[in-house]
């Protein structure tokens, strides 16, 4: 029996939810695939922002079109975009105005408690921005994952780094996140699992890390350490990073105020 595209369960059931600054960031919509938990499901795209926001109404207009086009017409376009993007997953942008974000931080909030949110930008992109980030995050009470891109080749391996000795139960959600993750990216990339037994052993690790692989590590009570200065984060890892955050109050506000002192990096390397 056929369904609508609606009813499928890929539509219904998705496995990963990945929010992205921009519609047109195709790395982090090409490492989200590699992370979907054990085949279940599949992924999900939202952007923060509108194709041509900030273009002028007739220029947008030209470009994107005006008003809802029929399902043949978006379908096209569609597959015009992916094939020159290299994407083939549908990204979403959230509605312009408030309640229909409001509406969309209401649907990812009743996702189940096992599926990822993925925040996702690469180095060479613009940083989600804060204002439309932080209702999503505040609502979600699932794992929530920060993902720090490149959009130069494809990953080749992945390094699981653990959260060591002396990490409290409270961060035991983001430890088995993060080992789910493994568990399915293991099925298709080169896999290691390092759990340090000290500082200066993860630091280790992590200077070894080469462009095409994809750390993942748990937020726990001692991860700032292991990462060091979080101004320079982009600039010292020359891989993907994936930070994964479990269900906690104070999760949200830790994961924007790194993405600040990120965008205070860049800003004051601008300047010098």
Request: include cysteine.
């Amino acid at each position: 029996m056929v369904h609508p595209l609606s009813e499928r369960h890929d539509e219904t059931r998705p496995g990963l939810h990945l929010v992205l600054p921009d519609p047109f960031e195709v790395a982090p919509v090409r490492t989200a695939l590699s992370l979907l938990l054990r085949g279940r499901g599949a992924l999900r795209a939202h952007s923060l922002r509108r194709p041509g926001e900030d273009l002028p109404p007739e220029l947008r207009i030209a470009r994107y079109g005006l008003g809802v086009r029929r399902d043949a017409d978006r379908a096209v376009s569609k597959l015009v975009e992916a094939a020159v993007r290299g994407a083939h997953v549908d990204v979403r942008p959230l509605p312009p105005d408030e309640a229909g974000r409001a509406a969309t931080a209401n649907m990812l909030a009743e996702a189940a408690e096992s599926t990822l949110l993925l925040v996702a930008w690469t180095r060479q992109g613009e940083l989600p921005d804060p204002a439309r980030l932080e209702p999503l995050l505040t609502r979600y009470r699932g794992p929530v994952g920060l993902l720090i891109d490149d959009r130069g080749p494809p990953l080749r391996e992945v390094l699981g780094v653990g959260p060591g000795p002396g990490a409290s139960p409270a961060s035991q959600g983001a430890v088995d996140a993060a080992s789910e993750l493994l568990d399915a990216i293991e099925r298709s990339h080169p896999t290691w699992r390092l759990n340090p037994s000290s500082l200066k052993e993860a630091q280790v690790a992590l200077a070894d890390v080469g462009p095409r692989t994809l750390v993942v590590m748990p937020v726990v009570d001692h991860t700032p350490e292991q990462l060091g200065d979080p101004e320079t984060l982009e600039l010292r890892l020359p891989g993907r990073l994936l930070l994964v955050f479990g269900p906690s109050e104070s999760r949200a506000a830790r994961l924007l105020a790194l993405c600040g002192a990120i965008s205070a990096g860049r800003a004051a390397r601008a300047a010098s």
